[in-house]
């Protein structure tokens, strides 16, 4: 049996649901994108151009529901499927969009530079528990108007996995679908399999900016996979409570769902969010928060009972160095958002609020991936019954180390980590070097980054957005791109 | 004085409605506005902030002593103003151009209003003319602006360029806060001050008025 976890059920999911339609055709949302004001105009919505306001109908959103698909799946730059969005699958991907790095050798953090975000690549393009990468750091070397389109640019010439992504501006968006499209070969083949999914996040309360809303129809327009991150703050910008921020969060939610289908019906959407408590004795939004967690994993079921996969910023921490308060933090997430089944679980290598990447967290969180995707494969009996024979072969043979039934189910039942968790005892663990977790990480980073093999992407596409990136710099004066090793 | 150390007691508990009555009390007793400014109110919010940093009160409590302070504030404001001196000093904030994030800058807003600070609010996503141009006109002495993009930040500095370029970076001072930014960051752009926090914000601001 697959073991998992619920917070709401029906009944108290169908009231908040009920309220957030209630919010969505009473108060309405304010979408700040004439475009977007215009198409829910043309649907019949009732539209106040001036307070850039929209009250929806029932029917509008309902319709919207009607066409979002129930699942959908990611392809790798090759075409090969590597996620598959339905039911209880989990899938684990970096958090995403780091504003700084925490150096292993200083212990600070600082800006990014290329060089972080080709080793951040290396590294997870062979961690086996992380299914897609995300545009994890803005490499700070470049000009700011392209760091969004160049990480993006990084991350298809150097790793096979699909991207989760997104823009800054409403321009970066036409730079970053032609990278796909230069990978996919035709619209047609990039509709077929998706690539990358956009974050395109509502500003709670209850709003839309012009650049994300557009994001979302732009995204639409191509069938590019988005992911709503909504991000209500109980206590602060949100109800306190948590059943108030879900019904913020499912508004929100919602009037994303209905920008998108309304655009193009049947464009692939995870129901995601990056909602907190928001602490007020530090003025901090903790994500490393339990009641956080909880929002989550209840949003998750929100978007189950709505019949579209999830997504969360769970698995990450608040901790400003890779310790203990970073892998409790992030364990339990981990474990969280696997039993609620939450889809696309976006956080690993994150610390400080969203704010600080950590290639050496990275890969202790690879091994927190693993043991948790071990963990919701549940316990199931193989070959147990009837039990006498095993016993017997027991007792008889002293011990079951070479028993046949051991051989054949010793790597099913048992995860095997790797050399980020150490399990020898203290007098090996001694002989080994006594490392602490943070040395073996350096060490697992490094000796992935040296094990590296190139992207087995088309060279003549490599160099067809490299061409498209560089054409992109010029546009902005970056006359020639940083050195990439 | 009996008076103002009950208006500090009762901003502390955050009850709007007796602070401004006892301001009141104050005034027809002919209690300056300066007197109660000071040993009134700002020594109720001194003992809040204290209270705050310490964790024995949280956020919500420092709002409701803030809300108190600001109808304190409405009663003696308009003597200061006939006098032609601002209570505390005027500070202009927004979040800068391109960047939507603006809670931070909202609290500090809510924070430093209820310092007793004027407050010009000038929104997000606000041009560095804009907050040079409206500092200028409102004679504000201090800038406040918030960044929470990598790709926005650098805003600031056009800011504080252009403070320098007019003369002006004597007399309006500059306070930066935001997740991308730091001290050093303030530093190598000329700012004043780098707030981590809202509460941080509210105490380099009196330094720098
Ligand atoms: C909430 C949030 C949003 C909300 C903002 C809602 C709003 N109305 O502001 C929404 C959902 C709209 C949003 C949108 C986006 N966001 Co955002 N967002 C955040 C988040 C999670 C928290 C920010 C926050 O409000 N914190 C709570 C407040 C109270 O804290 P604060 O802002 O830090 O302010 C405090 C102090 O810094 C200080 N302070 C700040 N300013 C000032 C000013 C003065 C004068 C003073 C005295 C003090 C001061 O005092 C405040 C109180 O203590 C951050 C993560 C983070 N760690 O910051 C990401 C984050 C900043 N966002 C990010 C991104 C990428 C985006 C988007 C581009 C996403 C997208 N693709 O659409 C868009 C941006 C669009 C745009 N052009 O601006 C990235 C930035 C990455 C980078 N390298 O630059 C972050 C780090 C998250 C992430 N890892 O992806 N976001």
Redesign the interface.
Same mark, same amino acid.
């Given at each position: 049996m697959r073991p998992t976890i619920e917070f709401l059920g029906k009944n108290l999911i169908q009231q908040i649901v009920s309220e957030a339609y209630l919010i969505l055709c009473t108060l309405g949302i304010e979408i700040h994108n004439k475009n977007v004001l215009e198409m829910f105009s043309d649907h019949g919505a009732k539209v106040d151009i001036d307070k850039s306001r929209v009250i929806f109908k029932e029917d509008i959103i309902q319709k919207a529901l009607k066409s979002a698909p129930k699942s959908f799946k990611l392809y790798d730059v090759n075409g090969n499927e590597t996620n598959d969005f339905s039911g209880y699958n989990v899938h684990f991907t970096p958090g995403s969009t780091s504003i700084n790095v925490l150096d292993y050798k200083t212990k600070q953090i600082r800006k990014p530079v290329t060089d972080d975000y080709i080793n951040y690549v290396k590294v997870v393009s062979q961690l086996e528990h992380i299914a897609s990468q995300s545009t994890a750091l803005i490499p700070a070397d470049v000009h700011e108007n392209i760091s969004d389109s160049y990480r993006l640019f990084l991350s298809l010439l150097y790793c096979e996995k699909p991207v989760v992504t997104g823009t800054f501006t409403i321009d970066s968006f036409e730079i970053m679908k032609d990278f796909q499209l230069a990978v996919r070969g035709s619209e047609k083949a990039l509709r077929e399999k998706p690539l990358t999914v956009f974050s395109c996040c509502p500003t709670s309360p209850l709003k839309w900016s012009d650049v994300t809303s557009q994001n979302v129809v732009d995204c639409a327009r191509y069938s590019i996979p988005v992911e709503f991150i909504s991000m209500p703050l109980a206590g602060f910008m949100a109800p306190v409570t948590l059943v108030g921020t879900l019904i913020q969060h499912t508004a929100e939610t919602l009037s994303g769902i209905v920008i998108s289908q309304l655009t193009n019906p049947g464009t692939p959407m995870l129901y995601g969010g990056s909602p907190a408590i928001f602490d007020v004795r530090f003025e901090t939004t903790p994500m490393g928060a339990i009641e956080t967690m909880m929002i989550d994993c209840a949003y998750n079921e929100i978007g189950k009972y709505l019949g579209i996969p999830t997504q969360a910023y769970i698995a990450l921490s608040d901790a400003k160095q890779l310790n203990a308060q970073a892998g409790l933090e992030s364990g339990i997430g981990a474990t969280l958002a696997a039993l609620a089944g939450i889809n696309n679980i976006s956080g690993p290598g994150m610390l400080d609020f969203e704010s600080c990447f950590s290639t050496e967290k990275l890969v202790v969180d690879n091994e927190i991936c693993k043991q948790v995707l071990r963990l919701v494969k549940g316990i199931e009996p193989k070959e147990d019954f009837p039990a006498l024979p095993i016993f017997e072969e027991l007792l008889k043979e002293k011990h079951l180390l070479i028993s046949e039934h051991t051989r054949k189910y010793l790597r099913e039942e048992h995860s095997f980590p790797g050399p980020v968790i150490n399990r020898a005892n203290r007098a090996r663990w001694k002989e080994m070097g006594e490392f602490t977790l943070e040395e073996r990480a350096h060490m697992e980073v490094e000796e992935l980054v040296n094990s590296y093999k190139p992207s087995t992407l088309a060279e003549d596409t490599k160099r067809e957005i490299i061409n498209l990136m560089e054409r992109e710099g010029k546009k902005y004066g970056q006359t020639s791109l940083p050195d990439r090793y | 004085m009996k008076i103002l150390k009950q208006v500090a007691e009762y901003l502390e508990k955050g009850d709007r409605e007796r602070v401004y009555e006892l301001t009141g009390q104050a005034l027809e007793q002919n209690v300056s506005a300066r007197q109660i400014l000071d040993d009134g109110l700002i020594a109720g919010m001194k003992v809040v902030g204290d209270r705050f940093r310490k964790?024995e009160i949280?956020? @919500?409590e420092v709002l409701m002593a803030a809300r108190a302070m600001n109808a304190g504030m409405d009663l003696i404001k308009p003597l200061f103003i006939k006098e032609g001196v601002t209570a505390i000093g005027k500070i202009v904030i927004g979040t800068v151009y391109?960047d #939507?994030h603006d #809670?931070?800058k909202n609290?500090a807003g809510v924070m430093l209003k209820g310092a007793g600070f004027d407050v010009i609010d000038l929104g997000n996503n606000v041009p560095a003319q804009k907050f040079v141009e409206t500092a200028e006109k409102e004679n504000a002495t201090v800038i406040g602006m918030s960044a929470l993009? $990598? $790709? $926005?930040m650098?805003e600031m500095k056009n800011v504080t360029n252009l403070l320098k370029d007019k003369g002006l970076d004597k007399s309006i001072k500059t306070i930066i806060g935001g +997740? @991308?930014v730091s001290e050093e960051y303030a530093k190598s752009i000329g700012a004043d001050a780098y707030a981590y926090? +809202? +509460?941080s914000g509210v105490e380099l601001v009196k330094q720098l008025v």
């Open positions: - | 964790h949280f956020l @919500p391109g #939507l #809670l931070g609290l993009l $990598t $790709t $926005t650098m +997740a @991308p926090d +809202a +509460a």
